[in-house]
């Protein structure tokens, strides 16, 4: 075609052209990723017809998310090769973040379940209950002998986010290790767990556990645990194993402490005649 002959837009249609800002063209001239086909004798900027191919794939590129330095670099030297390399690296960053979408979606899942189930539970009764294995991410024990003080609880909980690269709300509880319990020492945190979502982590075995659901702050948790292994007693069971702490409704959902309701697991075995 004759570019005497070829179509030329303004700065505002060929921005109408592609449903776009005119700053868009602009900042894409400014930064010399795209630049238009000339300036006309009164100033303004005009694109042509011939433009519009181009810049059509810079915007599909955009829209798949590929950044503009790359896009840059790319069109400095375009070829099958760096295409196919540009793509291969989309990809990858792609399925990181489809990676990451699915481990807030079971966040929030969780959140979900964990809200419902504290809201129907039966407070501070014991029951019995045959439960599922579980699969827990744990944080390195707790190589103090004495009780916990909230500052250490923090410290652990910081270098266990840390450790584990957990993102958004997530429910870490806490473990009182069986040697604690039978030692009648309810204030010192063994070490804290986190729910798997994948085959990572350790495995807690299904089996019985005395499960009692307590509502208040966190320093009456300890005051729960004798009437909860003499309950255990009183059903005919021993406790056999760690007691699992879950904050199913803490400070994110409840606005005074007294609020709070925590899930207590115990894994037990019937008392032998």
Not at 41 to 67: C, H, K, W
Not at 213 to 227: C, E, I
Request: proline share 4%; charged share 25%.
């Amino acid at each position: 075609m004759n570019r005497k002959e070829e179509k030329i837009y303004s700065t505002g249609e060929f921005s109408t052209y592609f449903g776009i800002k005119k700053d868009t063209l602009l900042y894409y001239d400014r930064i010399g990723l795209f630049h238009p086909a000339g300036i006309q004798e009164n100033g303004y900027r005009y694109y042509t017809a011939s433009q519009i191919s181009t810049f059509g794939t810079l915007l599909s590129l955009r829209e798949m998310d590929v950044p503009i330095r790359e896009i840059q670099d790319y069109c400095c030297n375009p070829s099958p090769e760096r295409l196919e390399r540009m793509a291969s690296t989309q990809v990858s960053r792609i399925d990181q973040e489809i990676k990451k979408l699915k481990d807030i979606r079971k966040l929030f899942l969780k959140v979900i379940d964990a809200t419902q189930e504290a809201l129907s539970a039966e407070l501070d009764r014991v029951s019995i209950q045959s439960l599922p294995a579980s699969r827990f991410l744990y944080s390195s024990p707790n190589t103090s002998d004495t009780d916990s003080s909230l500052q250490q609880w923090w410290k652990i909980y910081k270098d266990f986010l840390i450790e584990t690269n957990a993102v958004g709300v997530v429910y870490i509880g806490s473990v009182i290790s069986l040697r604690d319990l039978e030692k009648g020492q309810f204030k010192r945190v063994e070490r804290l767990f986190l729910p798997s979502f994948n085959r990572a982590g350790s495995l807690r075995e299904a089996g019985i556990y005395a499960v009692l659901y307590h509502k208040g702050d966190f320093d009456s948790l300890p005051k729960v645990y004798p009437h909860l292994i003499q309950e255990i007693k009183n059903q005919g069971f021993l406790i056999a194993g760690d007691a699992y702490e879950d904050y199913l409704i803490e400070e994110l959902a409840a606005p005074h402490p007294g609020e709070y309701i925590t899930k207590i697991t115990i894994r037990v075995a019937p008392q032998q005649d």
